[in-house]
């Protein structure tokens, strides 16, 4: 079954706009979302859980149509925007009995196992925590209610290595027994390079590729050349960048013709997206 699926996703800011956006996601699997600033993963997760309107498209969770089922799904899916930013007077004690009651799943045992994993005082308020602290207070609280997809954006971002490393190995413990599935945005790319079982890539408010991780690596070669070989090559490329020995470039797999005897790498994901970014006119 799918956890995630979108389908032709289109919404249109003044000046922005997501392009049929679609992708899809297995239950059981980690997901990163990967895309620059701006290039549109937030609104693409907002849009998913309904929280911005889009203008077409077909969004379906669990194997059902999120906004038919809405209520339903939002007890089953575990979101975080980063970290927890209301009731910043309260403290986490009376926080969590707030939003324990909109969860008929709640389990409270889970929740005190999660809060001594983060380390997290719930006599704190919300006020006094670090912004890593208020990104592992959001997932104990999604945790806690028996979430089956968790979609989370930038859920790393404001961590420092140690406590994302934990992260990440605590994002592949919960998808292990197959039940739980997440999607996560980044632009951290080391992250992914960790957990992603899939790629999804986003630019310009379109889908570049989305992929299993070494099928999306593999769609591309990194070439290191001469200035004579440039000229050979210069059109299939995605884009390059010329130095004092030559250029570097990163060119589809499909396009790379290895009788011209260029060397070629297998890119990085950070190498991936810094070439998409330095093109114009796109194709897929
Ligand atoms: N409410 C809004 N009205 C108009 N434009 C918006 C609105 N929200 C977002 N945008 C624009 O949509 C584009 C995509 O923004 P979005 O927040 O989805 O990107 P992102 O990939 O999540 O970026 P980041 O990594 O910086 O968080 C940006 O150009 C942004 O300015």
Not at 200 to 211: L, W
């Amino acid at each position: 079954m799918m956890a995630l699926d979108v389908k032709n996703l289109n919404k249109k800011y003044e000046q922005f706009q997501l392009k049929d956006v679609s992708f899809q996601l297995k239950k059981g699997y980690i997901m990163g979302f990967i895309g620059a600033n701006g290039a549109g993963k937030t609104t693409t997760i907002k849009s998913i859980l309904n929280l911005t309107h889009f203008d077409s498209g077909d969004i379906s969770t669990l194997g059902k149509n999120f906004i038919e089922h809405e209520l339903e799904m939002k007890q089953v899916i575990g979101y975080a925007f980063g970290g927890v930013n209301y009731y910043t007077r309260s403290k986490i004690k009376n926080v969590t009995n707030v939003v324990k009651k909109f969860y008929k799943h709640w389990d409270e045992d889970t929740y005190n196992n999660y809060l001594k994993r983060f380390d997290l005082d719930e006599n704190k308020k919300i006020a006094q925590l670090s912004e890593g602290m208020k990104v592992k207070y959001n997932l104990a609280l999604a945790l806690s209610h028996g979430s089956k997809l968790l979609i989370l954006d930038e859920p790393t971002s404001g961590l420092d290595p140690v406590a994302r490393d934990n992260l990440l190995d605590l994002f592949q413990e919960l998808v292990e027994d197959g039940e739980i599935s997440i999607l996560f945005s980044t632009h951290i790319t080391s992250d992914l390079e960790k957990c992603a079982d899939y790629i999804t890539y986003i630019h310009n408010g379109e889908i570049i590729n989305s992929a299993e991780k070494e099928e999306f690596i593999n769609t591309y070669r990194l070439l290191n050349g001469s200035e004579s070989q440039l000229e050979k090559v210069k059109d299939d490329l995605i884009s390059y960048k010329e130095n004092s020995f030559g250029f570097t470039g990163l060119i589809h797999e499909e396009d790379f013709d290895p009788t011209l005897e260029i060397n070629s790498a297998r890119p990085n994901l950070e190498e991936i997206m810094i070439y998409f970014s330095k093109r114009e006119g796109l194709y897929v």
